[in-house]
C-alpha cells in the first residue's frame, strides 16, 4: 500500500540546490507527488516541500537518508509524523456562462471556495485546503467542463510554537 | 593581487595536491599559463578519461586527494566516466573543468556543455564558479567534502573569465557548511549491543569492506579478528583490509568468491559487515542472503543500512570511531573468543583448503590462475596489484595475493573497463617505491591504450599483464552459460600486435605463450626496471569459477576447477 509523507526540507539557498535535489530523486527512482520550494524566514534558507509516496518504512528511511547526504541540505523532518497542518492552493478554470454559473457559485460556497476571475465564458475557482479537499471540489466540478487546473503542491507547519529547525 | 587561475594553483598547494593529471583546452587556457608560470607539477595524458583514472588510481594509492584539469565540453564530458567509477567506490577527486566565459553560458557555445547538470548524480558534490570571489571558499570546501566522511568526487566546473578575474586572494581556514560536518561520530550503545552479538554467537564472520580501505583502519580489523579468532572473508574492494596470509582469511566473497567464503556467509550465525554496501555482486539472491545470521553493519553512511540488506543491528559511525571502541570493549568482556569459535574457524578453513581457488592445468597452455599465481609469487608485500574489468579482474582477486590496505586498485562498482592502464599510472606515481602491476585483457587495454604513451613519456614503471584469450572474456563466458555459445561481438580475433604497439609507444614489449615461459622468461621481465607490456596468450573458453549464477544464493555456486 502507498502510502504519502510530507517532508520539510530545509536547503541553503544557493544555484543549483534544485538541481540537486530533483537529481537524487530522478536516480533513486522515488516517487514524488509533488514539490514546491520557497524562501523562508532566513534569507539563506530555502524550504523544499515534498510529498513522496512510498510504500514502505524502509522506502521512507532512503528518500530521508539519501536526500540528507546531499552536502546543501540543512534538515530533514516528516511532517506527517508530527502534529501539523497541511495546505494545497488550486486554482481551477470552468466553463460557465449564464445557466450554469448559479449552481458553481453554489458548489464554491459549498467548499467554501472563492471565484477570483469572471468572463462570460468561464469562472476561475481558487481553493485553498488539504488535499483530499481539493481533489473533493475536482471531482464535483468534472460535472462540468473543466479548462485547465493548477496546484501548487502541498506546504506545511507543524502545530504549537517549534519550528522544523529546531526539531 | 592574482589571477583566478593563479588562485585555484594557490589553493592547490594550501591543500599539499604534489601533482595534477590533466589536459588542456580553450576554456583552461589560463589555468594552464598558470600552470606554466608557476611550474605546477602536472601529468599530461592522453585523453580525459586516462587523466580521471590516473587521479583516480594516485587517490587509491596514497589516500590522498586525486586532482585533476580539463576544458569545458567534450574534455570534461570524457571525465564522465572516471568520476562515475570514483563516485561508485568513494574516491576522492577534486576536478577542475573550464566553462565557457560568463557571457556564452546558456548560447550553446563553442565547446559548451552542461556539466554541473551532467555531473550531479555522480559526485558527492559540485559547483559551477561564475564569481572569482567565490574560488577559494569552493575549492577550501571541495577538498574537505571529497576527503571527509563517504570519500567521492566533487566537480568544480568554472567560467572561462574566472580564470582571468582579478582577486584579492585569501584562502579561508575553515569550512561553513550547515549541512555537512564530515563529522560522524558513533554511539556506545549500539557496540555495546554488537559486543552483546558476539558473546552470544558462536559461528561468527568477518565480512571486511572498501570502507575500512579508504578510512585506513585495517590495523583495527586485523586487531579484531585476531581477538576473535573467526573466518574473514572480503569484497571485491576490502581486498587487503587483512594480509592474505593472515590465518582464517578465505578470499573474497560473491559471485566469483571463494566457496568457504560463500558458504561461510550462508553457515555463520553472526555476521560482522564492515564498510560495505551490500553490493548485488556480494550478496547473490538477496532474500537468501546469510539467511542464519544476525547482521551488524559497522557503516558511516546512514543511507546504506538497510538499503539493499537489512541490519539486525547497526554501528553507525566513522570506521576510525567504532572500530577501537569495539575492540576495546570486547577486551573489556575478558572472554576467551578464539577458544570459543576455534571449532568453527576449522571447520570453515577445511571448507577453503577442499576447495580454494583453483585451475586445471592443459598441457603447454598458460592458464590465467597459473600466471597470476606467478606474478605473486614474484612480488613483494608492498606491490600494488591493479586490474581493468572482466575476467582477468577476477582472476586477479583470486590469484594474486593482498598484504596491505590501498594495494589492490580496481574498479569495483561500476566495473569500468579502460580504468587500468591509468589506473596504475597514477597509483605508480603516487607510491614511486612500491612496484606496480597491471593485469588486463585484450578487451580493456584497448579502451584507453593511448596512456602506453603518457607512461613511455614519463618512463613510469608499470608492468602491464595483457591475460590474452582473444575475446571479451566475461561477456562470452556468459554468452557460452547463458546464451547459447553465441559470441555475439565479443569476439577479438584481429591484427593487433600489441608487443608492437608498446614498441610503437616507446616502451618494452613481450609475450608469452607457453607455461614454461612462467618459469624461464617472466622472473626477468618482472625484475626488469622501466614500464612494459607482457602480452600472454591463454585459452578462449576459460571460466572464472567459482560461480553464482544471476539470482541464486550464494550457497547455490556453480563450481569449477580442480587440483
Known sequence: ?167 | MMNGAQAVLESLKKEGVDVVFGYPGGAVLTLYDAVYKLKFPHILTRHEQGAIHAADGYARATGKVGVVFATSGPGATNLITGIATACTDSVPLVCITGQVANPYIGKDSFQEADIFGITTPITKHNYLVKDVKELPRVLKEAFFIARTGRKGPVVIDVAKDVFDAKIDYKYPEKVNLRGYSGVYDGNEEEIAAAVEAVRKAERPLIFAGGGIISSDTAAEVQKLAKKLGVPVTSTLLGLGAVPADTEGFLGFAGMHGSYAANMAIQKCDLLLCIGMRFSDRVTGRVDGFAPKAKIVHFELDRAEINKNVAADLQVLGDLRWTLPRFNKKLTATKEKFAEKFKGWKNEVLKMHKEHPFSFVEQGDAIKPGALIRKISELADKDTIAVTDVGQHQMWAAQFFDVFKPRHFLTSGGQGTMGYGLPAAMGAKIGAPDSRVVLFTGDGSIMMNCQEFATIADNNIDVKVVIVHNCILGMVGQWQRLFYNHHYSQSELKGKTDFVKLAEAMGLKGYRLTKKEELETVLPKIMAEKGPALIDVLIPEEEDVLPMVPGGKRLDQMVLGGSK
Open chain 1, 1 to 167: 500500500m502507498m502510502k504519502k509523507y510530507l517532508l520539510a526540507v530545509l536547503v541553503d539557498n544557493k544555484p543549483g540546490v534544485l538541481t540537486h535535489v530533483s537529481g537524487l530523486i530522478s536516480r533513486r527512482a522515488f516517487n514524488i507527488e509533488s514539490i514546491s520550494a520557497g524562501y523562508t524566514e532566513e534569507e539563506s534558507v530555502t524550504r523544499i516541500n515534498i510529498v513522496v509516496s512510498v510504500e514502505s518504512k524502509n522506502e521512507l528511511d532512503q528518500v530521508v537518508t539519501q536526500l540528507g547526504k546531499l552536502i546543501d541540505v540543512i534538515k530533514i523532518v516528516n511532517l506527517s509524523e508530527v502534529d501539523s497542518i497541511e495546505r494545497e492552493l488550486v486554482m481551477i478554470k470552468v466553463r460557465a456562462d449564464k445557466s450554469n454559473r448559479a449552481e458553481l457559485i453554489d458548489i464554491v460556497n459549498i467548499f467554501r471556495a472563492s471565484i477570483v476571475d469572471v468572463s462570460p465564458e468561464n469562472v476561475v475557482i481558487e481553493l485553498t485546503g488539504q488535499q483530499s479537499k481539493i481533489d473533493g471540489i475536482i471531482e464535483v466540478l468534472s460535472e462540468y467542463e473543466i479548462i485547465e487546473i493548477a496546484r501548487t503542491g502541498a506546504i506545511a507547519l507543524s502545530r504549537g510554537p517549534v519550528p522544523v529547525k529546531q526539531m
